[in-house]
Protein backbone atom coordinates (compact mmCIF):
# COMPACT_ATOMS: atom_id res chain seq x y z
CA UNK A 1 0.00 0.00 0.00
CA UNK A 2 2.85 2.68 1.01
CA UNK A 3 4.39 1.37 -2.36
CA UNK A 4 1.28 2.58 -4.24
CA UNK A 5 1.06 5.87 -2.21
CA UNK A 6 4.57 6.74 -3.73
CA UNK A 7 3.91 5.60 -6.92
CA UNK A 8 1.00 8.19 -6.66
CA UNK A 9 2.71 11.10 -5.56
CA UNK A 10 5.29 10.40 -7.87
CA UNK A 11 2.45 10.45 -10.85
CA UNK A 12 1.30 13.52 -9.51
CA UNK A 13 4.82 15.14 -9.12
CA UNK A 14 4.66 14.26 -12.72
CA UNK A 15 1.35 15.97 -14.45
CA UNK A 16 2.33 19.03 -12.30
CA UNK A 17 5.45 18.95 -13.95
CA UNK A 18 4.21 18.55 -17.53
CA UNK A 19 1.30 21.07 -17.13
CA UNK A 20 3.61 24.00 -15.77
CA UNK A 21 5.61 23.40 -18.72
CA UNK A 22 2.92 23.58 -20.92
CA UNK A 23 1.98 26.68 -19.38
CA UNK A 24 4.96 28.75 -19.61
CA UNK A 25 4.49 31.86 -20.92
CA UNK A 26 6.87 32.47 -23.82
CA UNK A 27 10.17 35.44 -23.54
CA UNK A 28 12.26 36.71 -25.39
CA UNK A 29 14.52 33.79 -25.43
CA UNK A 30 11.84 30.87 -25.76
CA UNK A 31 10.25 32.62 -28.34
CA UNK A 32 7.75 29.75 -28.87
CA UNK A 33 6.52 28.59 -32.04
CA UNK A 34 3.80 31.12 -33.44
CA UNK A 35 2.91 34.17 -32.55
CA UNK A 36 0.98 35.04 -29.65
CA UNK A 37 -0.74 37.99 -31.53
CA UNK A 38 -1.82 36.63 -34.52
CA UNK A 39 -1.55 32.94 -33.87
CA UNK A 40 1.18 32.60 -37.42
CA UNK A 41 3.56 29.94 -37.36
CA UNK A 42 6.89 31.57 -37.42
CA UNK A 43 9.51 30.53 -40.07
CA UNK A 44 7.50 29.79 -42.66
CA UNK A 45 8.62 29.55 -46.24
CA UNK A 46 7.95 33.34 -47.07
CA UNK A 47 6.74 34.07 -43.64
CA UNK A 48 8.32 35.42 -40.89
CA UNK A 49 11.69 34.75 -39.66
CA UNK A 50 12.77 34.15 -35.92
CA UNK A 51 15.80 32.72 -35.00
CA UNK A 52 15.03 30.08 -32.87
CA UNK A 53 19.07 29.48 -31.74
CA UNK A 54 19.18 32.74 -29.76
CA UNK A 55 20.60 32.06 -26.13
CA UNK A 56 21.07 35.99 -25.32
CA UNK A 57 23.29 38.46 -25.90
CA UNK A 58 26.71 36.90 -26.08
CA UNK A 59 29.75 38.56 -24.21
CA UNK A 60 32.21 40.13 -26.24
CA UNK A 61 35.59 39.96 -25.95
CA UNK A 62 37.31 41.53 -22.54
CA UNK A 63 33.50 42.24 -21.37
CA UNK A 64 32.56 41.74 -18.64
CA UNK A 65 29.15 41.95 -17.35
CA UNK A 66 27.61 44.75 -14.82
CA UNK A 67 24.07 44.18 -13.59
CA UNK A 68 22.13 47.79 -13.54
CA UNK A 69 20.44 49.10 -10.22
CA UNK A 70 20.26 52.32 -8.48
CA UNK A 71 22.60 53.81 -6.25
CA UNK A 72 24.28 56.74 -4.84
CA UNK A 73 25.93 58.99 -7.48
CA UNK A 74 28.38 61.48 -6.13
CA UNK A 75 31.86 62.46 -4.25
CA UNK A 76 32.08 61.18 -1.05
CA UNK A 77 35.47 62.14 -0.17
CA UNK A 78 35.69 65.95 1.32
CA UNK A 79 35.57 68.67 -1.30
CA UNK A 80 38.62 69.94 -1.05
CA UNK A 81 38.44 71.76 -4.92
CA UNK A 82 35.84 73.70 -3.75
CA UNK A 83 34.03 72.42 -6.95
CA UNK A 84 30.91 71.11 -6.13
CA UNK A 85 30.70 69.56 -9.20
CA UNK A 86 29.27 65.68 -8.18
CA UNK A 87 26.95 66.07 -5.67
CA UNK A 88 25.38 63.23 -4.35
CA UNK A 89 22.16 62.24 -5.69
CA UNK A 90 20.10 58.52 -6.64
CA UNK A 91 20.36 57.62 -10.12
CA UNK A 92 19.57 54.53 -11.54
CA UNK A 93 22.04 52.30 -14.48
CA UNK A 94 20.90 50.11 -16.74
CA UNK A 95 22.74 47.02 -17.18
CA UNK A 96 25.68 46.65 -19.45
CA UNK A 97 29.09 45.53 -20.08
CA UNK A 98 32.32 47.05 -19.15
CA UNK A 99 36.32 45.84 -20.42
CA UNK A 100 37.69 44.40 -17.62
CA UNK A 101 41.16 46.07 -18.06
CA UNK A 102 42.44 49.77 -19.68
CA UNK A 103 42.77 49.26 -23.36
CA UNK A 104 46.31 48.13 -23.48
CA UNK A 105 49.25 48.77 -25.86
CA UNK A 106 48.94 45.84 -28.15
CA UNK A 107 45.03 46.16 -27.99
CA UNK A 108 45.71 49.89 -29.42
CA UNK A 109 48.69 48.53 -32.14
CA UNK A 110 46.63 45.95 -33.33
CA UNK A 111 43.71 49.18 -34.43
CA UNK A 112 46.98 50.68 -36.04
CA UNK A 113 47.23 48.20 -38.18
CA UNK A 114 44.17 47.69 -39.33
CA UNK A 115 44.01 51.35 -40.24
CA UNK A 116 47.10 51.02 -41.79
CA UNK A 117 46.19 48.49 -44.18
CA UNK A 118 42.56 49.88 -44.61
CA UNK A 119 42.79 53.41 -44.71
CA UNK A 120 44.02 56.53 -45.72
CA UNK A 121 47.56 57.96 -44.49
CA UNK A 122 46.16 60.89 -43.29
CA UNK A 123 43.66 59.16 -41.05
CA UNK A 124 46.14 56.64 -39.93
CA UNK A 125 48.48 59.72 -38.98
CA UNK A 126 45.75 60.99 -37.21
CA UNK A 127 44.67 57.69 -34.90
CA UNK A 128 48.43 57.33 -33.55
CA UNK A 129 48.83 58.37 -29.78
CA UNK A 130 51.05 61.42 -29.35
CA UNK A 131 53.67 60.05 -27.75
CA UNK A 132 55.32 63.35 -26.99
CA UNK A 133 53.20 63.66 -23.70
CA UNK A 134 55.85 61.62 -22.40
CA UNK A 135 58.33 64.80 -23.15
CA UNK A 136 59.55 67.20 -20.37
CA UNK A 137 61.90 69.58 -20.54
CA UNK A 138 63.09 69.03 -16.70
CA UNK A 139 62.34 65.18 -16.73
CA UNK A 140 64.15 62.12 -18.55
CA UNK A 141 61.74 60.53 -20.15
CA UNK A 142 63.26 60.14 -23.40
CA UNK A 143 63.03 56.29 -23.15
CA UNK A 144 59.13 56.66 -22.48
CA UNK A 145 58.83 58.80 -26.02
CA UNK A 146 60.47 56.48 -28.02
CA UNK A 147 59.65 52.93 -26.18
CA UNK A 148 56.12 53.28 -23.86
CA UNK A 149 53.70 52.14 -27.10
CA UNK A 150 55.77 49.95 -29.73
CA UNK A 151 58.25 47.85 -27.49
CA UNK A 152 57.13 44.42 -26.24
CA UNK A 153 57.56 44.88 -22.80
CA UNK A 154 55.15 47.39 -22.40
CA UNK A 155 52.31 45.72 -24.77
CA UNK A 156 49.80 44.90 -21.48
CA UNK A 157 50.50 48.97 -20.47
CA UNK A 158 47.91 50.85 -20.92
CA UNK A 159 47.96 53.27 -24.08
CA UNK A 160 48.19 56.32 -23.76
CA UNK A 161 48.57 59.85 -25.63
CA UNK A 162 45.20 59.35 -27.00
CA UNK A 163 42.47 61.77 -26.99
CA UNK A 164 38.43 61.45 -26.72
CA UNK A 165 38.18 61.91 -29.87
CA UNK A 166 41.11 59.11 -30.64
CA UNK A 167 39.35 56.60 -28.08
CA UNK A 168 35.84 57.14 -30.05
CA UNK A 169 37.27 55.84 -33.67
CA UNK A 170 38.65 53.23 -31.57
CA UNK A 171 35.48 52.27 -30.05
CA UNK A 172 33.75 52.15 -33.57
CA UNK A 173 36.40 50.33 -35.23
CA UNK A 174 36.13 47.87 -32.53
CA UNK A 175 32.87 47.00 -33.21
CA UNK A 176 32.97 46.80 -37.14
CA UNK A 177 36.07 44.26 -35.99
CA UNK A 178 34.64 42.26 -33.44
CA UNK A 179 31.03 41.68 -35.75
CA UNK A 180 32.84 41.29 -38.59
CA UNK A 181 34.75 38.52 -37.37
CA UNK A 182 31.92 37.12 -35.60
CA UNK A 183 30.21 37.02 -39.19
CA UNK A 184 33.29 35.07 -40.26
CA UNK A 185 32.94 32.80 -37.84
CA UNK A 186 29.19 32.38 -38.81
CA UNK A 187 29.71 32.09 -42.09
CA UNK A 188 31.66 28.87 -41.79
CA UNK A 189 28.20 27.28 -41.30
CA UNK A 190 27.61 23.48 -39.47
CA UNK A 191 26.43 20.16 -40.50
CA UNK A 192 23.19 19.53 -38.64
CA UNK A 193 21.95 16.35 -38.63
CA UNK A 194 18.11 16.04 -39.39
CA UNK A 195 17.87 12.11 -38.17
CA UNK A 196 15.79 11.61 -35.47
CA UNK A 197 16.77 9.46 -32.32
CA UNK A 198 15.48 6.26 -32.63
CA UNK A 199 15.15 3.38 -35.40
CA UNK A 200 15.20 4.45 -38.85
CA UNK A 201 13.58 3.04 -41.99
CA UNK A 202 16.73 1.86 -43.82
CA UNK A 203 18.07 5.47 -45.37
CA UNK A 204 20.19 5.81 -42.22
CA UNK A 205 20.95 9.36 -40.96
CA UNK A 206 20.90 12.46 -43.39
CA UNK A 207 23.15 15.49 -42.58
CA UNK A 208 22.01 18.90 -43.74
CA UNK A 209 24.48 20.66 -46.43
CA UNK A 210 26.15 23.41 -45.06
CA UNK A 211 24.77 26.60 -46.41
CA UNK A 212 26.49 29.18 -47.51
CA UNK A 213 26.71 32.43 -46.18
CA UNK A 214 27.66 36.10 -48.34
CA UNK A 215 30.40 36.94 -45.54
CA UNK A 216 30.23 40.38 -47.18
CA UNK A 217 26.43 41.49 -46.71
CA UNK A 218 26.37 42.47 -42.80
CA UNK A 219 24.38 40.26 -40.64
CA UNK A 220 20.82 41.82 -39.30
CA UNK A 221 20.52 42.77 -35.80
CA UNK A 222 17.71 40.21 -35.45
CA UNK A 223 19.85 37.42 -36.01
CA UNK A 224 21.51 37.85 -32.51
CA UNK A 225 24.91 37.57 -33.49
CA UNK A 226 25.78 41.01 -34.06
CA UNK A 227 26.87 42.78 -31.09
CA UNK A 228 25.69 46.65 -30.00
CA UNK A 229 28.69 49.05 -30.28
CA UNK A 230 31.62 49.60 -28.40
CA UNK A 231 31.57 52.76 -26.69
CA UNK A 232 33.04 55.30 -24.14
CA UNK A 233 30.77 54.46 -20.83
CA UNK A 234 28.45 57.34 -19.50
CA UNK A 235 30.14 58.99 -16.77
CA UNK A 236 27.37 57.54 -14.70
CA UNK A 237 28.03 53.96 -15.95
CA UNK A 238 31.79 54.25 -15.26
CA UNK A 239 30.82 55.60 -11.64
CA UNK A 240 28.72 52.76 -10.66
CA UNK A 241 31.18 50.30 -12.23
CA UNK A 242 33.40 51.56 -10.12
CA UNK A 243 32.04 51.54 -7.13
CA UNK A 244 30.94 47.88 -7.13
CA UNK A 245 28.35 48.17 -4.46
CA UNK A 246 27.62 44.99 -5.15
CA UNK A 247 29.87 44.10 -2.30
CA UNK A 248 28.51 45.60 -0.24
CA UNK A 249 25.31 43.68 -0.05
CA UNK A 250 23.57 41.53 2.44
CA UNK A 251 19.80 41.12 1.78
CA UNK A 252 17.04 42.92 1.41
CA UNK A 253 18.35 45.53 -0.86
CA UNK A 254 20.39 46.79 2.33
CA UNK A 255 23.93 47.62 2.09
CA UNK A 256 26.33 47.53 5.19
CA UNK A 257 28.57 50.70 3.69
CA UNK A 258 28.95 53.06 1.21
CA UNK A 259 32.41 53.05 -0.54
CA UNK A 260 34.79 56.01 -1.14
CA UNK A 261 37.30 53.97 -3.30
CA UNK A 262 36.53 50.66 -5.34
CA UNK A 263 37.09 48.92 -2.49
CA UNK A 264 36.13 48.56 1.25
CA UNK A 265 37.20 51.45 3.95
CA UNK A 266 39.53 54.56 3.91
CA UNK A 267 43.18 52.81 3.36
CA UNK A 268 44.76 52.34 0.07
CA UNK A 269 46.39 49.14 1.27
CA UNK A 270 44.12 45.46 1.94
CA UNK A 271 43.18 45.50 5.77
CA UNK A 272 42.46 41.48 5.20
CA UNK A 273 43.28 38.14 3.60
CA UNK A 274 47.30 37.67 2.27
CA UNK A 275 47.95 40.08 0.63
CA UNK A 276 47.00 42.45 3.59
CA UNK A 277 48.99 45.54 3.73
CA UNK A 278 49.86 45.48 -0.03
CA UNK A 279 48.83 48.48 -2.14
CA UNK A 280 45.64 48.43 -3.66
CA UNK A 281 46.22 50.98 -6.88
CA UNK A 282 49.05 52.61 -8.41
CA UNK A 283 49.11 56.77 -7.83
CA UNK A 284 51.40 58.92 -6.34
CA UNK A 285 51.65 58.99 -2.59
CA UNK A 286 53.10 62.24 -2.26
CA UNK A 287 55.88 64.61 -3.69
CA UNK A 288 58.70 62.85 -5.56
CA UNK A 289 57.01 59.48 -4.09
CA UNK A 290 55.74 57.53 -6.92
CA UNK A 291 56.46 54.06 -5.95
CA UNK A 292 58.43 53.78 -2.45
CA UNK A 293 61.66 52.40 -2.44
CA UNK A 294 63.54 49.48 -4.18
CA UNK A 295 63.24 46.61 -2.23
CA UNK A 296 60.07 47.74 -0.39
CA UNK A 297 58.31 49.15 -3.38
CA UNK A 298 54.80 50.14 -2.25
CA UNK A 299 52.81 49.98 -5.37
CA UNK A 300 55.56 48.30 -7.80
CA UNK A 301 55.16 50.74 -10.73
CA UNK A 302 57.25 54.16 -11.08
CA UNK A 303 54.51 55.06 -14.27
CA UNK A 304 52.02 52.91 -15.50
CA UNK A 305 51.68 49.00 -14.71
CA UNK A 306 50.22 46.22 -16.74
CA UNK A 307 46.56 46.82 -16.60
CA UNK A 308 46.02 43.31 -14.88
CA UNK A 309 48.07 44.14 -12.16
CA UNK A 310 46.13 45.07 -8.40
CA UNK A 311 42.88 42.79 -7.33
CA UNK A 312 39.58 43.30 -9.44
CA UNK A 313 36.63 45.42 -7.76
CA UNK A 314 33.84 43.54 -7.01
CA UNK A 315 32.38 43.68 -10.33
CA UNK A 316 35.82 41.84 -11.85
CA UNK A 317 37.19 44.86 -13.17
CA UNK A 318 41.00 45.80 -13.02
CA UNK A 319 42.21 49.12 -11.53
CA UNK A 320 38.98 51.31 -11.57
CA UNK A 321 41.62 53.27 -9.49
CA UNK A 322 44.97 54.53 -10.32
CA UNK A 323 47.68 53.16 -13.30
CA UNK A 324 45.60 55.78 -15.91
CA UNK A 325 42.44 57.88 -15.54
CA UNK A 326 39.87 56.93 -17.99
CA UNK A 327 37.82 58.84 -20.69
CA UNK A 328 33.83 59.05 -20.16
CA UNK A 329 31.24 59.94 -22.84
CA UNK A 330 30.10 63.23 -21.12
CA UNK A 331 30.63 66.59 -22.01
CA UNK A 332 31.39 68.69 -18.57
CA UNK A 333 29.32 71.04 -16.82
CA UNK A 334 29.90 71.84 -13.16
CA UNK A 335 26.20 71.89 -12.39
CA UNK A 336 25.09 68.24 -14.07
CA UNK A 337 24.39 66.61 -11.32
CA UNK A 338 21.05 69.17 -11.09
CA UNK A 339 20.29 68.71 -15.10
CA UNK A 340 20.32 65.06 -16.51
CA UNK A 341 18.46 62.27 -15.69
CA UNK A 342 17.74 60.05 -12.65
CA UNK A 343 17.35 57.35 -14.83
CA UNK A 344 20.57 56.54 -17.04
CA UNK A 345 22.05 59.84 -17.05
CA UNK A 346 24.04 61.43 -19.37
CA UNK A 347 25.29 64.86 -20.35
CA UNK A 348 26.11 64.93 -24.28
CA UNK A 349 26.06 68.37 -25.14
CA UNK A 350 25.13 72.29 -23.46
CA UNK A 351 21.29 71.18 -23.60
CA UNK A 352 20.10 72.79 -20.64
CA UNK A 353 23.41 74.49 -19.47
CA UNK A 354 24.48 76.54 -23.42
CA UNK A 355 28.60 77.21 -23.10
CA UNK A 356 27.40 81.23 -24.01
CA UNK A 357 27.18 80.83 -20.23
CA UNK A 358 30.83 79.95 -19.82
CA UNK A 359 32.96 82.91 -21.13
CA UNK A 360 36.12 81.02 -22.63
CA UNK A 361 36.57 83.52 -25.53
CA UNK A 362 37.87 86.04 -23.08
CA UNK A 363 39.56 83.15 -21.21
CA UNK A 364 37.41 84.03 -18.07
CA UNK A 365 36.59 79.92 -17.94
CA UNK A 366 37.97 76.86 -19.10
CA UNK A 367 34.72 74.85 -19.89
CA UNK A 368 33.05 74.94 -23.76
CA UNK A 369 31.91 72.36 -25.83
CA UNK A 370 34.55 70.24 -26.26
CA UNK A 371 35.98 69.33 -22.77
CA UNK A 372 35.22 65.73 -21.54
CA UNK A 373 35.34 64.44 -18.34
CA UNK A 374 37.52 62.13 -17.02
CA UNK A 375 37.70 60.10 -13.76
CA UNK A 376 39.70 57.37 -12.22
CA UNK A 377 43.08 58.82 -10.69
CA UNK A 378 46.60 57.90 -12.38
CA UNK A 379 50.11 56.74 -11.12
CA UNK A 380 50.83 60.50 -11.06
CA UNK A 381 48.26 61.65 -9.20
CA UNK A 382 47.32 61.64 -5.39
CA UNK A 383 44.79 59.22 -3.49
CA UNK A 384 42.29 62.20 -3.49
CA UNK A 385 41.51 61.55 -7.34
CA UNK A 386 41.55 57.93 -7.09
CA UNK A 387 37.92 58.42 -5.40
CA UNK A 388 35.23 57.26 -8.32
CA UNK A 389 33.28 60.28 -7.73
CA UNK A 390 35.75 62.84 -8.22
CA UNK A 391 35.81 64.50 -11.99
CA UNK A 392 38.16 66.77 -13.80
CA UNK A 393 38.01 67.63 -17.43
CA UNK A 394 39.90 68.39 -20.58
CA UNK A 395 39.76 69.48 -24.48
CA UNK A 396 38.85 66.23 -26.37
CA UNK A 397 41.63 66.53 -28.66
CA UNK A 398 43.84 66.73 -26.25
CA UNK A 399 45.84 63.62 -24.43
CA UNK A 400 48.13 63.29 -21.60
CA UNK A 401 50.53 60.47 -20.33
CA UNK A 402 48.11 60.05 -17.30
CA UNK A 403 44.97 59.66 -19.36
CA UNK A 404 43.63 56.07 -21.28
CA UNK A 405 40.20 54.55 -21.85
CA UNK A 406 38.43 51.35 -21.58
CA UNK A 407 35.14 50.42 -23.56
CA UNK A 408 31.40 50.00 -22.80
CA UNK A 409 28.57 47.82 -24.49
CA UNK A 410 24.89 48.30 -23.64
CA UNK A 411 23.24 44.61 -22.78
CA UNK A 412 20.17 44.20 -25.16
CA UNK A 413 17.11 42.92 -23.30
CA UNK A 414 17.21 40.61 -19.85
CA UNK A 415 18.96 42.53 -16.43
CA UNK A 416 20.25 39.37 -15.85
Known sequence: MKLSHKSLAILLAGLALISSCKSKKPDSVKLGKSSTATGIAYNKKGGFQVDKKFKGQPTGPNLVFIEGGRFTMGALEEDVMNSRDN????????????????????????????????????????????????KNELAFNDSYVEQYLRYPGFRMYPVVGVSWVQAND?????????????????????????????????????????????????????????????????????????????????????????????WDGPSMRASR???????????????????????????KAIITTEVYSYPANDFGLYQMAGNVNEWVYDLYRPLS???????????????????KNYDRKNNNSLIDNKVRVY???????????????????????????TIGFRCAMIRAGTNK
Do not use: C
Open 87 to 134: IERTVSVQSFYMDETEISNVHYLEYLNAVQKDSAQEFYESALPDTLVW
Open 170 to 262: YSAWRTAAVNNNLAMKNSKGKKVSTAKKGKSKGKGETKAPVVAVNTKQRLSIESGVVLPAYRLPTEAEWEYAAKAMIGTQYEDENQTNQRIYP
Open 273 to 299: GRHKGEMLANYKRGRGDYAGIAGKSND
Open 337 to 355: HEDVNDLNPIRRNDYLDNA
Open 375 to 401: KGGSWADIAYYLAPGTRRFLDQDSATS
